[in-house]
C-alpha cells in the first residue's frame, strides 16, 4: 500500500504542476502561406529533427494538428526553422528543417542533407559501397557530396574553400561551418537557424524526502518472534543527471550518493519447551547508498517529463548498538538470566538492483522541479540474534524524493 500511495503521490505532483505550467506560451510560430507568422505553442516531439505533423495552440484556444498542407512552416523559439519543401518530384511536400538559410540553404529531412540554390534542390548524397581488393570484402563510404559542393561554391572562394570541403563529414556542423565560411567570403547575406548543442547536459541534483523500509524474514522458526517499533526514515541525495542527448533525447542518466540513517527499536520473543527468551535493542543504523542508473522518458506533456529508469546501487552499510538487553527464562528451574549484547548486525557492503518512476517539471531552462520514487531490493541484510536463534532478513527499500536539477 505505501509503494501504490507513493506512485499516486508523484502522480498527483506531476498532473498538478503540469496543469499549471502546460498553458505557458513561447516564441513559437507557424508561417502561414502568405508568409505571415502566428505565435504561440509547438509540442515539441523527441524527435525533433523529423516531423510530419506538429500540434500548435494559441493562448486560450485548443490545440490543432497541422500538416504539410495546411500552413508554410513553422519554427520553435531556439531557433530552429521548418518550412513546407517537396524534394523531389515523386515525392509530396513535406516539413524540412532549414539550418542555414542564404544563396545557398542547407536543408535537412531524414537526417539527409539537401542544398537549395533558389531554383534547384539537391541532395548531398553520401553511401557505403562493397569493394574487393585481393579477394578481401570491405565498406567504402563515398562522399559524391564534396563534389557537389565544389561545383555550387565554385567562384572567388575555390581555392580557401577546397581544403574545408574536402575534409567534410557527413554532419550537421561541419556543412553549417562550410556554408557560414563560404557566405562571408563571397560578403552574401545569411541567416544560421541552428545553434550547436553539447552532446549531452550535466546537472547537479539535490534532493530530500522520506524512505520505508520493509524487513522480511528469509528464514525464520515457527517460535521466534521480532518486531521492529519504525519503518520510515528521512534520506537526503546529490548527484549529477546527463540529459537532453542530442542524439537520444529520450535517455539520461543519473549518479549520486544517498544518506539514510535509521534510529529504531527492534522486540524480539522466542519461546521452546526448555526456555523463554525476550529482548530488546536500540540501535542506529546509517547506509550510503550509490546509484547508477539509466532512464527512459515515456511520455512528454508541456513542460512535464516522465520517466521510468533502472539500474544498480551500491550499499555501504553501519549499525551500532545504542542499548540492547536479553531476558532468558530457564523452564526447568525458573531461573532468570539477563544478558547485555548485541543483537542486530547488518552485511556492510553490497550490490543490488534499483528501479525509479518519476518526473521533472522544468520550470525554466535550467532550473526543474523532479519527483522520484525509487525501490530496491536487498536479499539477506540483516540478522537479529538470540542465543542459539538467529534470523535473517531481506530489506526493501521504497524511497520518495522531491528535489531540484540546476
Known amino acids: 500500500m505505501k509503494i501504490f500511495a507513493a506512485i499516486i503521490l508523484v502522480s498527483t505532483l506531476h498532473f498538478f504542476v503540469f496543469s499549471h505550467f ?53 519554427g520553435f523559439e531556439n531557433g530552429w526553422q521548418y518550412l513546407v519543401k517537396k524534394l523531389a518530384e515523386e515525392k509530396e511536400p513535406e516539413f524540412v528543417q532549414v539550418l542555414i538559410s542564404g544563396k545557398l540553404t542547407l536543408l535537412r529531412s531524414q537526417n539527409i542533407f539537401y542544398i537549395d540554390n533558389g531554383t534547384d534542390i539537391i541532395e548531398l548524397v553520401a553511401h557505403y559501397e562493397e569493394e574487393s581488393i585481393n579477394g578481401r570484402e570491405f565498406s567504402d563510404f563515398k562522399r559524391p557530396y564534396i563534389a557537389t559542393l565544389n561545383m555550387l561554391m565554385a567562384g572567388n572562394c575555390t581555392n580557401e574553400l577546397y581544403q574545408d570541403i574536402f575534409n567534410l563529414k557527413y554532419e550537421e556542423y561541419g556543412f553549417i561551418s562550410v556554408l557560414s565560411k563560404y557566405h562571408l567570403c563571397e560578403n552574401l547575406p545569411f541567416e544560421l537557424h541552428f545553434k550547436k548543442e553539447p552532446f549531452t547536459r550535466i546537472s547537479p541534483v539535490i534532493s530530500a524526502g522520506m524512505s520505508s523500509i520493509v524487513l522480511t524474514p528469509s528464514t525464520i522458526s515457527g517460535n521466534r518472534k521480532d518486531a521492529f517499533e519504525t519503518s520510515i526514515f528521512p534520506i537526503f541525495q546529490i548527484g549529477v ?11 539520461s542518466m543519473d549518479v549520486s550518493i544517498a544518506y539514510l540513517r535509521q534510529d529504531n527499536t527492534v522486540l524480539s520473543e522466542y519461546v521452546s519447551t526448555e526456555q523463554y527468551m525476550t529482548a ?66 547488518i552485511k556492510r557492503r553490497f550490490v543490488s538492483p ?18 522520484e520514487f525509487q525501490i530496491t531490493q536487498n536479499s539477506e541484510v540483516m540478522s537479529v540474534s538470540l542465543p542459539f536463534n538467529v534470523v535473517i532478513y531481506d530489506r526493501m527499500v521504497s524511497s520518495l524524493l522531491i528535489g531540484l536539477r540546476f
Open 22 to 74: 502546460a498553458t505557458a506560451q513561447s516564441d513559437d510560430y507557424i508561417i502561414l502561406k502568405d508568409g505571415s507568422k502566428v505565435y504561440g505553442k509547438i509540442e515539441k516531439k523527441f524527435d525533433y529533427e523529423s516531423y510530419d505533423k506538429i500540434r500548435f495552440s494559441k493562448p486560450v484556444e485548443k490545440p490543432k494538428t497541422l500538416f504539410p498542407s495546411d500552413i508554410g512552416g513553422f
Open 241 to 251: 543527471k546527463a540529459h537532453q542527448f542530442r542524439k537520444w533525447p529520450r535517455l
Open 280 to 345: 530488546t535493542e536500540n540501535y542506529a543504523a546509517s547506509t550510503i547508498m550509490v546509484p547508477v542508473t539509466i532512464n527512459y522518458t515515456w511520455i512528454r506533456m508541456g513542460n512535464v517529463d516522465s520517466y521510468i529508469g533502472l539500474g544498480v546501487v551500491s550499499n555501504y552499510n553501519k549499525i551500532e548498538s545504542e542499548f540492547s538487553i536479553i531476558d532468558q527464562t530457564l523452564n526447568s528451574t525458573g531461573i532468570t538470566t539477563l544478558y547485555e549484547e548485541p543483537l542486530t548486525d
Open 354 to 371: 534499483v528501479a525509479k518512476l518519476g518526473s521533472v517539471i522544468n520550470l525554466s531552462k535550467k532550473l526543474a522541479l523532479i519527483a
